[in-house]
């Protein structure tokens, strides 16, 4: 009698611990199509917290799912890939309905994602695409080719050889220039050098643009997790190795406004401050409230803004989507390639912010105020 009650007892502490597997929403598959939002949990998986654009895609991910009703279960990898992968492990284990990623590491998360599809989890690729995987339902982004076309055509136009419409500018050059790339193992900075190359290849062939230090491949001048302290190094190097000779830097392509401001705080140490040795022209990427200051200084060039609140939007719009077990909308079903699959994709437009765009692209528009870019911190 006592064996069968122990072997009962047991029993019911299998399915205790099964049940708190669970977690608290529908998860490992359940029908979630006519659960209420307070019963559903969506995990959001974010890199890290040292970029203010993630702190702030996570923060709009989260309150516009909260406003719903959802549960939201955010976190930072703080650019730790064993980091990220054992957060997920454990939304996955708590039973998240669905998951929102934003990966360190593009190649870095097959084993969670294998587990997410086998307990039924949608998982949503947020803009950078995962990669090797069969198991990505979709990929929330902007339209990436097209902000390193952006970055480009803002390289040519700050040196005179282009206007902002387009046409021609009234400088002829030559120019040096140099080069910078994302991280290797972020599918969007590919994306995003393709896209600039391809717009600055005729005036390469022309000799009207010219790399000094002669380094144009992407795995020469990517900078490993975006880290602004590695570009500011490699510029540093740049500077020491190519030009000694008493050559100057015109222009340099910087894909992330981090980037920029390593690259700035390089040449303003070699006496790039004005006259003769004036600041080039610097490009970006994000917006970042610092460099919007930069700009509005005079300091960095431009910047492409990609309103991350319009990205927030779209991956609540998928979520849904999967929660009510339908497909969500894609506008792109052939780029995207993650090396398995073609994922299915929603791409947004991007913005060139100038110094004359700041106050109508992101003051007017409620993405920073005029203390913000003045003080050149957010809040």
């Known amino acids: ?102 990966p360190i590491d593009g190649t870095a998360l097959s084993g969670q994602l294998q587990a997410a599809a086998a307990a039924k989890i949608p998982v949503i690729s947020y803009d950078r695409l995962i990669r090797n995987s069969p198991n990505v339902d979709f990929y ?93 190094k490699r510029m540093e190097d740049l500077l020491t190795s190519s030009y000694n000779d008493g050559g100057k830097v015109d222009g340099v392509l910087s894909p992330f406004d981090g980037l920029s401001r390593g690259i700035i705080t390089a040449l303003q140490n070699a006496g790039y401050r004005g006259g003769a040795r004036k600041m080039p022209v610097i490009t970006g990427q994000d917006a970042e409230v610092a460099s919007v200051k930069l700009i509005n200084d005079g300091i960095q060039s431009s910047t492409v803004f990609k309103d991350t609140r319009l990205l927030a939007d779209q991956a609540v719009v998928a979520a849904e989507a999967f929660l009510k077990k339908e497909e969500p909308k894609a506008n792109d079903t052939k780029a995207y390639d993650n090396g398995v699959k073609v994922v299915p994709a929603f791409l947004l437009p991007v913005q060139t912010v100038y110094k004359d765009d700041i106050k109508s692209a992101l003051i007017d528009s409620g993405y920073l105020t005029a203390q913000e870019v003045a003080a050149g911190r957010a809040g």
């Open 140 to 232: 929330v982004s902007f339209d990436n080719y097209k902000v390193g076309v952006a970055q480009a055509n803002a390289l040519l136009v700050g040196l005179g050889l282009q206007n902002k419409d387009g046409s021609k500018g009234s400088a002829t050059g030559p120019f040096n220039i140099e080069l910078f790339a994302g991280s290797l193992d972020d599918n969007n900075a590919h994306f995003f050098f393709n896209g600039a190359m391809d717009t600055l290849k005729p005036y390469f062939d022309a000799g009207t643009l010219k790399v000094t230090s002669g380094q144009t491949k992407i795995e020469q001048v990517a900078i490993l997790r975006w880290q602004q302290e590695t570009a500011q």
């Open 1 to 102: 009698m006592r064996r069968r009650f122990l072997a009962a007892l047991g029993g019911v502490a299998i399915a205790v611990s099964l049940a708190a597997c669970s977690g608290e929403g529908a998860g490992g598959g359940g029908d979630t199509s006519t659960a209420k939002p307070g019963d559903l949990t969506i995990g959001v998986s974010m890199p890290t917290q040292t970029s203010e654009r993630w702190i702030a895609d996570g923060n709009s991910v989260k309150e516009k799912l909260q406003a719903k009703g959802y549960k939201v279960d955010l976190q930072y990898a703080g650019d730790e890939i064993p980091t990220q992968s054992q957060q997920i492990d454990q939304m996955i284990t708590q039973g998240a309905d669905v998951l929102v990623i934003a």
